[in-house]
């Protein structure tokens, strides 16, 4: 679904009278929220997964 979404994002941009700069710029920005995003979701799970192995 993310892959859908960028994908027509890019399309977007090709189509517009944007330079190719600003769509690199905009790609990088994307990616970098994503890998935000997913290093936050792992270490919500590792926080679980040492709560449940923990022993009291």
């Known amino acids: 679904m993310g892959q859908a979404i960028l ?10 009278q944007n330079q190719e700069k600003s769509v ?11 890998q935000v995003h997913s290093q936050i979701h792992i270490t919500q799970q590792n926080l679980r997964l040492g709560q449940n192995t923990e022993w009291p």
Not at 7 to 16: E, G, K, P
Not at 24 to 34: P, S
């Open 24 to 34: 690199v710029q905009f790609l990088v920005h994307m990616l970098r929220h994503v």
């Open 7 to 16: 994908i027509s994002i890019v399309l977007h941009f090709r189509h517009s």
